[in-house]
């Protein structure tokens, strides 16, 4: 029986699965990244999840996707990653000659929306994904085949909608991902609780530590905390006018949502996402485009791997 | 010897012209579009136009291609244009039906801009056309084709840039076509001159009647003239902001500039537009991206529409 290997490395984990042909999932590994420890540690946990997956039994390998945070060229070389000591790394061709087998390798969020994209049943051929998590990131697929440009494409995070907005961390100002990605809104949350404002959130990052998890944020708003509403409204409205822009540009047959924001907040954020997007896409157009919220949740990134694999060798 | 009709219908003139294989042009025609006479006065300009095309000895037409301004849907139904009475108008069946030839139609930008990308000598794959004129529009090439997603794709007018900014004849708020387009600019001309002013545009606009030649915009800049070199520079931000978000999304090989103030301003103002666009651009990205003038001027239209019969039919 063939078989694909897909590999999400992570920040903090490495990620593998086992997939048949009929993309059914066989096996699973899992290593820590140990990202701190070096480039030959990180290689050597991700070829203990590799060789894991190639002592199952009765099959045959034919090739390997990996996602992977950061910019990858049209190569497969990671010419830089903020989490992962990669710096115009060949990572195809390490693994390649170490397996000798075909290996594809993306950026992680590209990867993970191509898998949320294959895993939806419809006859889309063009489609964008949007992922808010601690930075937002994109996807974009064209003709079904994932579009990286010369490497770097579907950056929507540093789309610009706001000129004289906020600074982000790229450099730039007025970047969608410096007034509505995970980071942006515990920013505004911690300004708002340093002047002295009261909320429920005060408690909840007690709770969490150094950074508030989505679900405190999806629990506070839900219960009407004020700042939370209006932290969240805010982003809201920005990612709406982003998703407004992203229409009126690929006029897609749909959006797909994914990122720890989305995935606490679930659909009705994203109707007030879609709400503010109707106000900015042309005329005729809004309707025309179907919203949804992706459903793989940690398993995109691998299941993602898997079918660029399947689509690439 | 076989040939392509390429037209270009505008608001006030139907262009058309003959191409054999290599891309020669053999014949040219012209007629009134007389768009205020009615959808009939209007095809009947066009027949005139291709009958005289069809005319020419010794050659067989092997399909014809259209550009038409306003919205076309993937099988070549005009849903909209705002200066010609097409409206949910089948203009691809209907000439198809009279002369038994394949027809392909899409947007004036959208052709126009794909015409000065076939004209560019390279290897380029995905190119992206910004056309600055009374309104902003674009065209987006991925892998050589020109990309239309459902069919509005590339309004690039329309993407958001100022949430907070002037108000956009689309209804919707912070576009870049009411910031950076030859309508906007002249607003912000003549609110100024209302407001007392003193400019050279003054005496300009007065020979030029209700609206702004784009060689005068061009004048008053080169002579330093402060508040052309005021409203001409914030377009330049504004398109510079629109550029780096696009080279984030799409990081294309290169983008074309074409349209009314692009061909006045030159490549001076081009330049001060990659300026702006290198605060926006991802690190890294904005060298590898080349920025180009379009050349073809009026045969933009019908060469682009050639280009696209022949890629299509």
Redesign the interface.
């Known amino acids: 029986m063939k078989a694909i290997i897909g590999l999400d490395i992570g920040g903090t984990k490495v990620l593998g699965a086992l997939y048949n042909e009929a993309g059914e999932l066989l096996e699973r590994g899992k290593k820590k990244t140990k990202a701190n420890e070096g480039i030959d540690t990180v290689m050597g946990q991700v070829y203990k999840v590799i060789d894991g997956l190639l002592a199952f039994p009765e099959v045959e390998v034919t090739g390997i996707g990996v996602g992977v945070p950061g ?1 990858v060229n049209q190569k497969g070389v990671v ?2 990653s903020p989490n992962i000591p990669f710096k115009d790394f060949d990572l195809a061709d390490r693994i390649q000659k170490k397996y000798h087998l075909p290996v594809v390798v993306g950026n992680d969020v590209n990867v993970a929306m191509y898998g949320e994209f294959r895993h939806t049943e419809s006859s889309y051929k ?1 489609v964008l994904g949007l992922f808010i998590g601690t930075g937002i990131g994109g996807a ?1 697929i ?2 079904e085949k994932l ?10 995070g ?8 906020a600074y982000c961390g ?5 970047c969608l991902e410096a007034h509505a990605s995970k980071t942006a809104i515990q920013k505004a949350i911690t300004t708002q609780l340093h002047k002295g404002r009261k909320s429920m959130l005060a408690d909840l990052l007690k709770e969490d530590g150094a950074v508030i998890k989505s679900s405190s944020l999806k629990k506070a708003f839900d219960e009407s905390d004020p700042l939370a509403v209006e932290v969240m409204l805010k982003a809201a ?2 990612l709406g ?2 998703v ?2 992203l229409i ?6 749909a959006i797909i949502f994914g990122g720890g924001v989305i995935e606490a907040m679930g659909e009705s954020f994203v109707d007030l996402v879609a709400r503010e997007a109707s ?2 896409a ?4 809004m309707e ?2 179907d919203l949804k919220c992706a459903t793989l949740g940690d398993d995109a990134g691998i299941f993602g791997a898997y079918q660029l694999a399947k689509a690439t060798i």
């Open positions: 910019l010419t830089f063009n974009i064209i003709d579009y990286i440009g010369q490497g770097s494409a579907a950056e929507f540093h789309m610009v909608v706001n000129a004289d907005g790229c450099g730039a100002q007025g409205r920005f006018i982003a407004g822009t009126n540009q690929f006029h897609p047959e106000q900015h042309m005329p005729g157009l025309t485009v």
